[in-house]
């Protein structure tokens, strides 16, 4: 079904959340525009704008880890001011009210965690990009230390004193997809009575791959998103709302 109003939605996601005892929320950049963090393919998203870095070009080219280095800093204006939004706060009480284990997100921001969900119970496929690490021995920067070191050297990105390179810790494209948050997004998926698919186009794969997943595993599918996406058609409900609006009601005060 496809909510013809925002009343109609928030009442039938509020049966089905509360038919359920394992809901597994799954976002995307959507969640996040609120806090004033553009998605990519929205209508002036950061992708109608700029192309991504793949990894291979990361490594391959000092000049392009100082251009990513040069965006990431210039994002920081979007990043570093970003407070986590009515959907942020609206799945953190699904988490505390032991409904959902946590969430699967695709989005770097940091935002459920800020919102109050643990660390280990949000599952990054993508990564964070609130920090760095050393691609070869892992070590974690803050990227304050970073950008003190980028600008001292006139916009040269820094190496680990390993002599490897520094990058927010974050999945390019090329980037092999971290394995352990892979397997327990496929687990959460199989595993739920209840999927909700939250501001995602749903055509990044393998990341869309797990609301299909979850059907299959015989869960409820909510889609809730402003724009059409291909999995609408076996949604068991879609809702085309404002995702702010569409799951205010579940903030617990
Ligand atoms: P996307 O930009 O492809 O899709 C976002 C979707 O959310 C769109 O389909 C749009 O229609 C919908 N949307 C946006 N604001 C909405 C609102 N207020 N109410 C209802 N719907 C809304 O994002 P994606 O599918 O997450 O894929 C982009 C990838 O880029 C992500 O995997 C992530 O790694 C990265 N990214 C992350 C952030 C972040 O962390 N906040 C921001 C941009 C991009
Ligand atoms: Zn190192």
Not at 90 to 119: C, F, M, P
Not at 148 to 166: H, V
Not at 193 to 198: K, R
Request: glycine fraction near 8%.
């Amino acid at each position: 079904m496809i909510a013809p109003d925002l009343q109609t939605a928030s009442a039938a996601l509020r049966a089905l959340v509360d038919a359920s005892d394992r809901v597994v929320p799954f976002t995307g950049a959507g969640i996040s525009t609120e806090s004033g963090i553009p998605d990519f393919r929205s209508p002036g998203g950061l992708w109608t704008t700029t192309q991504p870095i793949p990894f291979d070009q990361f490594l391959a080219s000092r000049d392009m880890r100082d251009e990513a280095w040069r965006r990431r800093f210039a994002m920081e204006e979007y990043f570093g001011k970003a407070r986590p939004t009515r959907g942020h706060l609206a799945l953190a009480s699904l988490y505390r009210a032991g409904k959902a284990r946590g969430v699967i997100t695709q989005n770097i921001d940091n935002l459920h965690q800020a919102a109050g969900i643990r660390q280990e119970d949000v599952v990054e496929l993508h990564g964070n990009t609130t920090f760095a690490t050393c691609l070869d021995c892992a070590r974690t920067y803050e990227l304050s230390d970073v950008r003190r070191k980028f600008e001292s050297a006139g916009g040269r990105a820094p190496d680990c004193d390993c002599g490897g390179y520094i990058k927010t810790a974050t999945i390019s494209f090329g980037q092999a997809m971290p394995a352990e948050a892979m397997q327990r997004a496929q687990a959460w998926s199989r595993d739920c009575d209840l999927f909700i698919a939250i501001g995602s186009s749903l055509v990044v794969w393998p990341a869309a791959g797990f609301p299909l997943q979850a059907k299959k595993s015989g869960a409820r599918l909510v889609i809730i998103n402003r724009e059409p996406t291909e999995f609408d058609s076996i949604a068991d409900l879609v809702v085309r709302n404002d995702i702010g609006d569409a799951l205010a009601f579940l903030i617990a005060h």
